[in-house]
């Protein structure tokens, strides 16, 4: 790509991406009767998320939930740690803003709450193809689980796009997906 000319949003272009582009309401601040509101929190937090941190579609989009810290009151920026997902594999840490957590934290009470439920049935029925974790260790960042009938360990670091894409949490509920930004039946955000 040649002669590209690439120039930063402007704080009002950014709302208007924000709030209508992706958020569907109309430029007055009220909701737009022909959009269409479903996953509209996802759309404003994986945005949130990607242009307050500087990570790529690849890295923000194939995020595990346990990678984003939940928000702290009076905290301070939380790192993550991108290893396997980010460009060329290259590990680097990025650091997430506390109000961008607590839209992130909104995201996950709500609409994501919402997709896990039901999402179930479906992953349930792709369980022999799907990872399915059933101990998470937070603190060391490490999951275990079941890969194609064998036990596997991995850290969350290490786990590259494609076990990402197929990695559940199997708990009391059922089966939920691991990615942060997931879509319609569980599996992570495809790039289009």
Known sequence: M????????????????HQVGLGGDLPDGGPDPTFGRANRLRS?????????????????????????????QGGSAAPVALGAIAKF?????????QPVLRSV???????????VVRSRR???????????????????MRVSGRLYGQRRSFTAAA???RLRRI????????????????????PLLSAS
């Open 159 to 161: 786990m590259e796009v």
């Open 167 to 186: 990695a559940v949490l199997e708990g009391e509920a059922g089966l939920e997906p691991m990615g942060l930004f997931a879509g319609r039946g569980g």
């Open 44 to 72: 404003m937090v994986a945005a949130e998320l990607a242009g307050t941190t500087g990570t790529r579609l690849r890295e923000f989009g194939c995020l595990l939930d346990i990678e984003v810290p939940r928000p702290v």
């Open 89 to 97: 594999g290259l590990p680097r840490v990025v650091m997430v803003q």
């Open 122 to 140: 479906a992953l349930w029925r792709r369980r022999a193809e799907l990872f399915v974790v059933d101990d998470v260790d937070e603190r060391r």
């Open 105 to 115: 934290e909104l995201y996950r009470r709500t609409e994501r709450a919402a997709l």
């Open 2 to 17: 040649s002669n590209v000319d690439l120039r930063h949003l402007s704080r009002s272009q950014w709302v208007m991406l």
